[in-house]
């Protein structure tokens, strides 16, 4: 059976106060609450979400660092994905590319190979019966050749435009 207030009451009476208080503070345990202290007990659920407010804001502060980080990094690597793509060669410093012969000269079977108007990109290639060079215009481009006996069979332009001008050097 509940026990109800009168029945507390009587045992406080009966037992005293409780164990280890005496005195002035004994009898504060009977005394009401004049001034109810401040809560927001009254606000339900939104107190509670209001109690999360400091850890979202971290949680949105971390996600828009991270996102801003993420674009930084794209940003970034496309430019220098760029820069790479279009200097493959990175000589040293003091290099002399006058020099440098920008001829590449095959005589037989099947390869593939770049054209670049820049040093120290092959300018010309010569092949037994015609030479190829970059058309008017184009920066860089690829071809695949294959050569039998002397004589060019087949040539595949693989990226941008190359000009070809027969020779006659077969010997």
């Not at 009898?27 to 400091?54: N, Q, V």
């Amino acid at each position: 059976m509940p026990r109800t207030h009168d029945a507390d009451d009587a045992d406080r009476e009966a037992n005293g106060p409780p164990r280890g208080e005496t005195g002035e503070r004994a009898r504060r345990h009977d005394e009401l609450l004049t001034k109810i202290p401040p809560t927001d007990y009254h606000r339900g659920r939104f107190a509670g979400y209001d109690a999360g407010r400091r850890v979202r804001r971290g949680i949105v502060i971390f996600a828009a660092f991270g996102v801003l980080c993420s674009v930084c990094a794209y940003l970034w690597y496309v430019r220098h994905a760029e820069w790479a793509r279009t200097h493959p060669f990175v000589l040293p410093a003091g290099t002399d590319l006058s020099r440098l012969t920008r001829t590449l000269v095959w005589n037989e079977g099947r390869g593939r190979f770049a054209l670049d108007e820049e040093p120290p990109g092959v300018e010309k290639i010569v092949l037994p019966d015609r030479s190829l060079t970059l058309a008017e215009g184009s920066v860089r481009a690829q071809v695949v050749v294959y050569v039998e006996d002397g004589v060019t069979t087949e040539i595949e332009v693989l990226s941008g435009h190359v000009a070809q001008v027969m020779t006659d050097n077969r010997e």
